[in-house]
T-cell receptor, first 113, second 113 residues
Framework: AQSVTQPDIHITVSEGASLELRCNYS??????LFWYVQSPGQGLQLLLK??????LVQGIKGFEAEFKRSQSSFNLRKPSVHWSDAAEYFC???????????FGQGTELSVKP | DAGVTQSPTHLIKTRGQQVTLRCSPI?????VSWYQQVLGQGPQFIFQ???????GRGNFPDRFSARQFPNYSSELNVNALLLGDSALYLC????????????FGPGTRLLVL
């Protein structure tokens, strides 16, 4: 079955500290991979995506993610977190099958001053 | 350029009623997808429409229906509302159907009493 697992429901980091959010997927083929961010009461904003090629992808707001096929993972990283990064982060996978994206449950990020 | 727009932003209905939610895609995008996001969970795929035809359907009952108009805008209809239909309904647009990045609107928050 196709699924996405974000093992950490809630993470708290100090401002200026590094961040890594985990994402593992189960999919029949190499999927297209996405990270979205959602602020309270808002829609989803695309941070970055991986379709093929270089397994380290850069996104907006200083985020990057690395695709590791052997581990079925697509972890999101940021070297120095800002207070404005506090939000909910969703990992999603798809392969163009009728437009369906499968989302993880999300990881809520809190930032301590 | 304007992003994906959705209306209304908030809606309160009672059980058994019917509701219509509206979405306008990014200019030039021909595909619209609908997702339901229950509080505390990731979005769940409902439908994708491309060129006015349904291209994908998620695991939702027949009470949920949608259509796409010649200008590529879309409506999601939900009949015989249940309390469990209370959620944030997200619309996403993409350039084409299938293997395309989806850009999300701000959502419509539906409360069923």
């Amino acid at each position: 079955a196709q699924s996405v697992t974000q093992p950490d429901i809630h993470i708290t980091v100090s401002e200026g500290a590094s961040l890594e959010l985990r994402c593992n997927y189960s999919y029949g083929a190499t999927p297209y991979l996405f990270w979205y961010v959602q602020s309270p009461g808002q829609g989803l904003q695309l941070l970055l995506k991986y379709f093929s090629g270089d397994t380290l992808v850069q996104g907006i707001k200083g985020f990057e993610a690395e695709f590791k096929r052997s581990q079925s993972s697509f972890n999101l990283r940021k070297p120095s977190v800002h207070w404005s990064d506090a939000a909910e982060y969703f990992c999603a996978v798809g392969r163009g099958q009728g437009g369906k994206l499968i989302f993880g449950q999300g990881t809520e990020l809190s930032v301590k001053p | 350029d304007a992003g994906v727009t959705q209306s209304p932003t908030h809606l309160i209905k009672t059980r058994g009623q019917q509701v219509t939610l509206r979405c306008s895609p990014i200019s030039g995008h021909k595909s619209v997808s609908w997702y339901q996001q229950v509080l505390g969970q990731g979005p769940q795929f409902i439908f994708q429409y491309y060129e006015k035809e349904e291209r994908g359907r998620g695991n939702f009952p027949d009470r949920f229906s949608a259509r796409q108009f010649p200008n590529y805008s879309s409506e999601l209809n939900v009949n015989a509302l249940l309390l469990g239909d209370s959620a944030l309904y997200l619309c996403a647009s993409s350039l084409l159907a299938g293997e395309e990045t989806q850009y999300f609107g701000p959502g419509t928050r539906l409360l069923v009493l």
